[in-house]
C-alpha cells in the first residue's frame, strides 16, 4: 500500500498513463454516444422540415419525437454509467481512493478483536470446510491497480517491468 502512495506521489506520469489505459474504453463510448446523439439531432431537424414542407403528418411528427425522446434517453443513461464509471477510475488513481483511506494508516494488533473484524472484513468465505477467503471492506477499488504495485515493484500498466 504504501508503494502505490508513492508511486502516487512521486510518479504522475506513471499515474497518468495507468489511469489513460484505464479510462481509454470510457472516452471511446462516450464519443459514440455523442456521435449518436448528433446524428438524432440531424435526423429531429430533418423531421421537422419534412413536416414544415407538408410531406408528413402530425401525427408522424409526434411519433417520431417519442422515440427520439426514448433513444435519447436510454443515450443519456448510458452516458451517465460511463460517467460514473470514469469517476471512480480517476478516484481510484488519487489518494482518495476509499481501499487506501481505509487501510494505509492501519496497524494490525497481535489479536483480532469483534470490532477490527467489522470495521476491516467485507465478508468470508467458507469454501467446503476447507478453504477460507476473507474480503476486506473496499477491496474492490484495488483492481484498477497494476499487480506490482500492490507487490511493492516497480511496474508499468501493461505488466511490464520499467
Same mark, same amino acid.
Given at each position: =500500500? =504504501?508503494?502505490? $502512495?508513492?508511486?502516487? $506521489?512521486?510518479?504522475?506520469? *506513471?499515474? #497518468? @498513463? ?9 472516452? *471511446? +463510448? ?5 456521435? !449518436?446523439?448528433?446524428?438524432?439531432? $440531424?435526423? +429531429?431537424?430533418?423531421? !421537422? +422540415?419534412? !413536416? ?14 417519442? @422515440? !427520439?425522446?426514448?433513444?435519447?434517453? *436510454?443515450? %443519456?443513461?448510458?452516458? *451517465?454509467?460511463? =460517467? ?5 477510475? /480517476? ?9 487506501? =483511506? #481505509? ?9 483480532? %478483536? +469483534?470490532?477490527?473484524?467489522?470495521? &476491516?472484513?467485507?465478508?468470508? &468465505?467458507?469454501?467446503?470446510?476447507? @478453504?477460507?477467503?476473507?474480503?476486506? @471492506?473496499?477491496?474492490?477499488? #484495488?483492481?484498477?491497480?497494476?499487480? /506490482? &504495485? ?5 511496474? $508499468?500498466?501493461?505488466?511490464? #517491468?520499467?
Amino acid at each position: =500500500m =504504501m508503494n502505490i $502512495d508513492r508511486v502516487l $506521489d512521486l510518479n504522475p506520469e *506513471k499515474v #497518468k @498513463q495507468c489511469m489513460d489505459a484505464g479510462l481509454l474504453q470510457y472516452r *471511446k +463510448r462516450a464519443n459514440e454516444i455523442v456521435t !449518436y446523439l448528433m446524428a438524432k439531432d $440531424d435526423e +429531429r431537424t430533418a423531421v !421537422y +422540415r419534412e !413536416y414544415e414542407r407538408g410531406s408528413i403528418s402530425l401525427e408522424q411528427v409526434e411519433e417520431y419525437e417519442h @422515440q !427520439y425522446q426514448v433513444a435519447v434517453q *436510454k443515450q %443519456e443513461a448510458a452516458f *451517465k454509467k460511463v =460517467m460514473l464509471a470514469v469517476n471512480d477510475i /480517476e478516484k481510484a488513481f488519487s489518494h482518495g481512493n476509499p481501499w487506501l =483511506m #481505509k487501510f494505509r494508516a492501519i496497524s494490525i494488533p497481535e489479536t483480532l %478483536e +469483534r470490532t477490527h473484524l467489522k470495521e &476491516w472484513l467485507d465478508h468470508v &468465505w467458507i469454501v467446503d470446510f476447507e @478453504q477460507v477467503e476473507v474480503i476486506l @471492506q473496499e477491496s474492490e477499488w #484495488k483492481r484498477f491497480f497494476p499487480e /506490482e &504495485w500492490l507487490n511493492n515493484g516497480e511496474e $508499468d500498466c501493461n505488466g511490464k #517491468k520499467e
